[in-house]
């Protein structure tokens, strides 16, 4: 069987409040799309082992929940950062991309973030309502971007946004 040419990254906890915005993302999107073109990862969060599931693909998105994103959502081109601190507990998208980068001694493949606002990320809470409404405006958005899953197309949409984003945290 060949790899899926894009591949979605869908990072959060769902017993941990708004945590669970990527996860949820994904799966409603995922109905939506052709398994052949779109594979669809769930990850509680990245570890280094993940670069091995980039090899191969010509796109990677990362959908997440942010604590401080302003809403509904960002959406960015990810850069290759160095890993920062010394474990390997949990990796941020950009530095996923740079050990990528120092792994495999080439360039990651293109990739983006789609990080949705989210307030309440405490142990054993539900959903926010406002997270909802996020969670809804970034579905319709998503929808609309893989309409096109070309790296020129998503350029275009990432250069639309807002300049002043900050990481998803």
Do not use: K
Request: proline share 9%; hydrophobic share 45%.
């Amino acid at each position: 069987m060949s790899l899926a040419p894009v591949l979605v990254f869908a990072i959060g906890n769902e017993s941990r409040g708004d945590d669970a915005l990527g996860p949820l993302l994904a799966r409603r999107l995922a109905d939506d799309l052709d398994p052949r073109q779109v594979e669809v990862l769930e990850e509680f969060q990245l570890q280094v082992e993940n670069t091995l599931d980039m090899a191969g693909r010509q796109l990677v998105l990362f959908v997440d929940a942010g604590h401080g994103t302003p809403p509904p959502f960002t959406f960015y081109r990810a850069s290759p950062q160095p890993p920062s601190g010394h474990s390997t507990h949990a990796v941020a998208p950009e530095a996923l991309l740079g050990v990528y980068r120092q792994v495999n001694g080439e360039a990651p493949p293109p990739a983006f973030i789609l990080c949705v606002a989210g307030e309440a990320f405490e142990l054993g809470e539900p959903l926010s309502a406002a997270a909802a409404q996020h969670l809804t405006e970034a579905l319709g958005f998503a929808r609309a971007l893989f309409t096109t899953p070309a790296l020129a197309a998503w350029q275009q949409v990432a250069a639309s946004q807002p300049s002043s984003i900050e990481a998803c945290v």
